[in-house]
């Protein structure tokens, strides 16, 4: 339930724009698996390093230092997620 609350509050906060775009009817570029594949990366990373019982600034840490790699990893492979 945690993993799923995770996956939607980072779904909202990173497609934040695309939600504005669509009330204005503006047309936005982005693939479903732009909008999805990060959030849920996230809320997994988020959720694996919440159950470890260290101090909260590790988790902290730890979780910047997995967000970091996610974004690093997403952005190389970006050619997977655009349109054609």
């Avoid at 945690?2 to 570029?29: C, S, T």
């Avoid at 909008?35 to 019982?53: C, E, Q, S, Y």
């Amino acid at each position: 339930m945690i993993l799923f609350f995770n996956i939607i509050i980072f779904f909202i906060v990173l497609n934040f724009n695309w939600f504005a775009d669509k009330i204005k009817g503006r047309p936005n570029k982005k693939t479903p698996s732009e909008l999805f594949t990060v959030p849920i990366l996230m809320g997994i990373a988020l959720t694996i390093v919440d159950n470890l019982r260290i101090f909260f600034i590790y988790r902290l840490l730890i979780f910047i230092i997995l967000a970091l790699i996610i974004y690093m990893a997403v952005s190389k492979y970006k050619k997977f997620f655009t349109k054609k």
